[in-house]
């Protein structure tokens, strides 16, 4: 698996984007908070102080070499409504509601925070535009994943054959066992595909949010899709789990953006 490190911030990196972007998924290495939030904790309302988030966002855009002024980020809200964003958000503006960003201006860097949730990155290089999305269970059900690609195609003119989709480090189907309400939304959400969704572990349901995603974007015609097969839950040394970690753990980051 493609891990690299730059000053302590130990961070992972899917192998099919072009040259043109720079994108990363932080791991928890590499920060200044202490636990539960140890140590690269981007996440500001999981109670760590907003020094030591400052900072560590700070380190993580150091790592890649991004402005961390050039940050444009959500307030993430488990739905499906895009952002296009053409200017950095202002340091003293709020942030705005959303789950899926994109650009096509190189001095911004989108920037979204999981623990757990799955991170959907996109890039269409003939088109010069780069997107990253938040696709947690209730972002999967409501098709996060097929907004994204509607966004592309309706505000930037992108063909699916053109997008190349990477599916991050999330909770694996083996740590993801779910109740009744989340059964039963994969089952109206996905039809006949949700059995192989949900597949039994010991007789006891668990959801497959990476094969939901990849199934979905298959659908809208994405051919490109690189799928890191990281469980949050099983490597808690790299990644935040709010599972296995029962509430109590930071958020790490994922950023992506075009090279000027
Ligand atoms: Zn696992």
């Known amino acids: 698996m493609p891990f690299f490190s730059n000053q302590?911030?130990?961070?992972?990196?899917?192998?099919?984007?072009?040259?043109?972007?720079i994108h990363a998924?932080?791991?928890?290495?590499?920060?200044?908070?202490?636990?539960p939030w140890d140590s690269l904790n981007t996440g500001g309302s999981v109670g760590d102080s907003p020094a030591n988030v400052r900072e560590n966002r700070i380190r993580a855009f150091d790592a890649l070499g991004r402005k961390p002024e050039s940050l444009f980020d959500l307030w993430q809200v488990h739905g499906?409504?895009?952002?296009?964003v053409s200017e950095p958000r202002s340091a003293d503006s709020h942030e705005d509601k959303g789950?899926?960003?994109?650009?096509?201006?190189?001095?911004?860097?989108?920037?979204?925070?999981?623990?757990?949730?799955?991170?959907?990155?996109?890039?269409?290089?003939?088109?010069?535009?780069?997107?990253?999305?938040?696709?947690?269970?209730?972002?999967?059900?409501?098709?996060?994943?097929?907004a994204a690609i509607n966004a592309m195609r309706e505000h930037?003119?992108?063909?699916?054959?053109?997008?190349?989709?990477?599916?991050?480090?999330?909770?694996?189907?083996?740590?993801?066992?779910?109740?009744?309400?989340?059964?039963a939304q994969v089952r109206e959400s996905f039809g006949k595909e949700s059995e192989f969704l949900l597949p039994k572990y010991d007789k006891r349901r668990h959801f497959d949010m990476r094969k939901a995603n990849e199934l979905q974007l298959k659908q809208v015609g994405?051919?490109?899709?690189?799928?890191a097969n990281l469980c949050t839950a099983c490597h808690l040394e790299d990644w935040y789990s709010h599972r296995a970690e029962n509430g109590k753990t930071g958020r790490f980051?994922?950023?992506i953006a075009l090279k000027g």
């Open 8 to 21: 302590g911030v130990r961070y992972f990196q899917f192998e099919n984007f072009p040259s043109s972007i």
């Open 25 to 35: 998924v932080f791991t928890r290495q590499g920060g200044i908070s202490p636990a």
């Open 80 to 84: 499906t409504r895009a952002i296009f």
């Open 99 to 146: 789950d899926l960003i994109f650009t096509d201006n190189p001095e911004i860097t989108l920037y979204m925070r999981f623990a757990d949730c799955t991170p959907l990155l996109f890039s269409d290089e003939t088109r010069g535009i780069v997107g990253i999305a938040h696709a947690g269970w209730q972002g999967t059900v409501k098709g996060v994943a097929i």
């Open 156 to 183: 930037y003119g992108s063909k699916p054959e053109n997008i190349q989709a990477a599916i991050g480090p999330s909770i694996g189907v083996d740590h993801y066992e779910v109740g009744d309400d989340v059964i």
């Open 222 to 227: 994405v051919t490109q899709i690189e799928i």
């Open 253 to 255: 980051g994922a950023l």
